[in-house]
């Protein structure tokens, strides 16, 4: 009977419950007194040891995730490349490969080229301002030009 006493005491205890009965078992019980002390040895130390941290600013961690994500990015463009180098490799020399094969040694004139060089060879032209005199031009009045007769 009596272990069933302290049995229910270390419930209300352990509940948090203040009562005149558990106070006046606990002066007669040497175990559930210990019990007691005990407990609140353990709670004491746990609050002694209880860290008050202020949360980082929203901003650190959105810094912090963005961080994250370059390197990761970072991380698998170089993996990318270094699995795509090989492959690119190979193109380049299948290009130069085909190129070097298709290469003629004696270059074909182009013929814009050539009409150009032509053009220059010509002999000069006589000036636009001697062929055309002033006395080849007829008047015309502006409204002759306009199109409105007077």
Not at 51 to 65: F, G, K, N, Q, Y
Not at 73 to 97: C, E, H, K, T
Not at 119 to 144: C, F, H, I, K
Request: charged share 15%; proline share 5%; net charge negative.
């Amino acid at each position: 009977m009596f272990r069933s006493k302290c049995d229910e005491v270390r419930t209300q205890m352990e509940r948090s419950v203040n009562d005149v009965l558990v106070e006046r078992h606990l002066a007669v019980c040497a175990d559930c007194a210990e019990f007691a002390a005990l407990q609140l040895w353990s709670h004491q130390v746990m609050q002694a040891g209880e860290v008050t941290a202020m949360p980082p600013l929203m901003s650190a961690v959105w810094a912090s995730i963005h961080r994250a994500s370059e390197q990761a990015w970072d991380s698998a463009l170089s993996r990318s490349f270094r699995n795509l180098l090989p492959y690119m490799v190979a193109v380049v020399a299948l290009i130069l490969l085909v190129g070097g094969l298709t290469y003629t040694r004696t270059p074909q004139p182009v013929q814009a080229a050539s009409a150009a060089y032509a053009v220059l060879n010509t002999p000069e032209v006589p000036a636009v301002a001697s062929v055309m005199n002033a006395t080849d031009l007829s008047s015309q009045d502006a409204g002759d030009i306009l199109g409105v007769r007077h």
